[in-house]
């Protein structure tokens, strides 16, 4: 282990070394006197790529000094990510980032709606992730592209799209507006997975929506994964009723769903028992469905140890 470099980072005092092929940052946060330490590592290729990470990220902010000091502890020229965006773009970030509508009076300046950060993503992803609506649907009503493929990882092994997170974090209006664009409601990930995998855990109240407009502009309810999951396994696992409910309506086929979901209970049953109502549920709605149940799927309720779900599964 070799140290690089020491540095402020507000009131953080930083310390980096190298580890082999890895860069290893120690932090040491001042919490009102309160020291809070933590460490990370990264491997050196994709720090020179884009930085310390998580990817993406579109400002260095406090960070930038630090960051042309690592680079020069390790020989290299800082690279394109180092450099500051320009204020109106960086601007326009920072709008997007927290949802405001005032992203109109920058686009109406001229800026390009689908300009990028050094990580590749435009600001309709931030303005996707934030608390409020009305910066995506402005970014949207100016062209940005909700099909843009998004790197989470400095080799870009790792991806997703706008549209993944849209219909992830439950953003109705925002997927409204993307299908009216013509974007392929069939877009695939990193996993292999299509938007209609993706529906988020948190939010089966609107899933049956985002289900509904995705199939009407011609999503698949029984595509499959690299690995080979459908999208009613992946609501199954996430015990999500009223999505399942939908994709069942909607001609998913139930074949796997059951014993996908009695595999995940019988090894989680321990942490997840309270959960059991919800188990039931889905079980029963994937009866109704059409879902047969087999020896396998009665052993593995058997052994997870619960009467309620075991019970579920005979007649």
């Known amino acids: 282990m070799e140290e690089l470099t020491r540095y402020q ?7 980096v070394s190298r580890d082999g092929d890895e860069l290893v940052f120690w932090s040491d ?6 020291s809070i330490m933590s460490e990370s590592r990264v491997a050196i290729t994709d720090y020179i790529a884009k930085g310390e990470g998580p990817w993406p990220w579109y400002d260095l902010r406090d960070r930038r000094s630090g960051a042309l000091q690592v680079c020069a502890a390790l020989g290299v020229t800082p690279p394109p990510w180092t450099e500051p965006l320009a204020p109106d773009v960086q601007s326009l970030f920072d709008r997007a980032g927290n949802g405001w509508a005032s992203v109109t009076d920058l686009l109406g300046k001229g800026i390009d709606p689908d300009v990028l950060d050094a990580c590749g993503a435009s600001p309709l992803w931030y303005a996707v992730r934030s608390l409020q609506p009305e910066a995506a649907l402005a970014l949207l009503d100016a062209g940005a592209d909700p099909g843009r493929r998004i790197e989470l990882s400095a080799r870009g092994d790792r991806f997703t799209t706008i549209l993944h997170e849209i219909v992830l974090l439950g953003r109705t209006t925002a997927l409204q507006r993307a299908l009216s664009r013509g974007v392929d409601p069939s877009l695939r990930d990193s996993d292999g997975a299509t938007p209609i995998h993706r529906l988020g855990e948190r939010s089966d109240h609107v899933n049956p929506e985002l289900v509904r407009r995705l199939v009407a502009a011609g999503a698949d309810v029984n ?6 999951q459908r999208p009613i396994e992946a609501a199954a696992l996430q015990l999500l009723p009223a999505t399942l409910a939908t994709l069942l ?7 796997r769903a059951l014993t996908a979901l009695l595999v995940w209970w019988s090894a989680n049953v321990r942490w997840a028992g309270y959960r059991a109502g919800d188990v039931v549920e889905v079980v029963e709605l994937l009866r109704i469905g059409g879902a047969a149940i087999t020896d396998r799927d009665r052993e593995l309720a058997t052994q997870a140890g619960h009467a309620k779900v075991a019970a579920a599964l005979q007649g």
């Open 9 to 15: 980072e507000n009131c953080a005092a930083m310390v």
């Open 29 to 34: 946060f001042d919490d009102n006197g309160r």
């Open 223 to 228: 595509a499959a994964t690299t690995s080979g």
């Open 249 to 255: 309506d909607l001609g998913a086929e139930p074949a």
